[in-house]
C-alpha cells in the first residue's frame, strides 16, 4: 500500500491535505441553508472526485444535497460523514481559515470537513476500491431528517461502517454514543395554563436517572395567548431506557406530547471487534495505542449500528472545539488518520473478499499518480465555492499558512 497521495509539503506536514481542507472549509454550508449546503456538496464533489477517480451520485431529498460513492458492485464497506456545519454564512468574514503553529482552524473543519479529506486520502491509497461506499450527508446536524433513510439503507448492505465523525480527545476512537430523543410539551391555553407548565417540567426533568446515564433536560420553554410549550432533550445508553423514556414521554397527562427518539443508542458492542481490529493495525503501524471513549452526543454512526451493522466513530480529524469559537485540527495527525484508515478498509475488505469469494473485480477508476497533487490545484490559490456573488470564493486564502516548522 502507497502513503495516500498528496502529504508532501512545507517541513513535511501535510500540505496538500491542508489545501483541500482549506477548499471545503472556504464553502460555508450551514444545515437551513439548503442552497449553501448544494454549493459545498459540489466542492466536496471535485475534491473528491479528483482523489477517488470519479464523480458522485448527487441525491437531493426535500432540497437536500447528499454525495454517494460506489465502487465494484455489492459494497461491503461503508464511510460516513457530513458537509453540513453549525455554522452560519459570514462565520468566515470573522473566523477565515489560517494554519499556524501546526493548528488548522476555520468554521466546520474539525466538525466534520476534515474528516472528509482525510477519507478522500486514505482510500487514494488503495490498490482497488471495489466493494467502497462512501456516504456524504447534508443534513447530519439538525438530526439528518433527509438522510437517515438513506444511510441505513447503506448500512444495511455492508459488513461494516466507518465514521469520520472528529476524535475524541487525545484523539480517541468513539466506541459508544448515547441515543437521543426530542419532544415537544404542549400545554392548552388555560387560566392555569403556567402552572400546569411548571409542574410538567418538573415531572420531565424527573425522568432521568443517573445510575443509567439517561438525562431528560427541558430546555427552550414559551408561553404566550396560544397556550405554553417547552423542549426536551433526553439521551441514553441503550434501548430499554430509550423506550421508557419514550412511554414515560408519550402518557403524559394534561399536555400533547411530539415528538421521539431521534438515533437509537450506538452500544460498545457494536464497536468492540472494529476497534480492536483499529488497535492491532495502529500499532503495526506505529500511530497507535488508540484510546476509546463514550461520550452523550449522537452521530449517524447511531443509525448505522441500529440496523445491526458494526460501527466504529470518530476516525476523523484529531483536535476539539466542535460547534465552538475554537473549533482546531491538529495538522500533523492528518496523514496519522488516513493511514490507519486506508488500513482498516484494506483489512475489512480483505476478509470481505476471502469469505464470499466475489467474482472478478470490474476495476476502479483512475487514481492520481503516487505524491501528485491532484489536478486542478496546483497554482490555485484561492480556496471556496463559487455562488455568483462577490466575496464567497476569495474567503479564504491558502497561499500564506504560517507555523510550517512543525
Known sequence: M??????????GLPYTMVRDVARLVGCESPSEDLGAVARSAEVVAEVGARWLGGEPERIVIDGCTHLRWRFGGEPRVLLLGHHDTVWPVGTLA???????????????????????????????????????????????????????????????????????????????????????????VIVPDSPGAAVELARLVVAVAGLGDAAAGTTVTPTRMEAGPGGARFEVDARVWDQAEQDRVHAAMTGLPGAEVRGGPNRPPLAGAASRELFERASRLADRLGVGPLAEVAVGGASDGNFTAGVGTPTLDGLGAVGGGAHAEDEHVLVAELPRRARLLAALVTDLLTDARAATQPE??????????????PAGLAGEDRAGCSDGRTGVAGAVRVDHLQGWSG
Not at 3 to 9: A, K, R
Not at 164 to 170: I, K, R, S, V, Y
Open 2 to 11: 502507497r502513503e495516500p497521495g498528496g502529504h508532501g509539503g512545507r517541513a
Open 94 to 184: 470573522r473566523r477565515p481559515f489560517e494554519v499556524r503553529d501546526g493548528v488548522l482552524r476555520g468554521p466546520g473543519c474539525f466538525d466534520m470537513k476534515a474528516g472528509l479529506v482525510v477519507a478522500f486520502h486514505a482510500l487514494a491509497g488503495l490498490s482497488g476500491l471495489d466493494g467502497v461506499t462512501v456516504l456524504v450527508t447534508g443534513d447530519e446536524e439538525p438530526g439528518s431528517a433527509t438522510s437517515r433513510g438513506l444511510i441505513e439503507d447503506e448500512a444495511r448492505g455492508c459488513t461494516a461502517a466507518l465514521v469520520l465523525e472528529a476524535a475524541g480527545p487525545g484523539g480517541a476512537l468513539k466506541t459508544a454514543r448515547k441515543g437521543v430523543s426530542r419532544y415537544e
Open 360 to 373: 472478478e473485480r470490474a476495476g476502479r477508476p483512475s487514481e492520481p499518480a503516487s505524491g501528485a497533487e
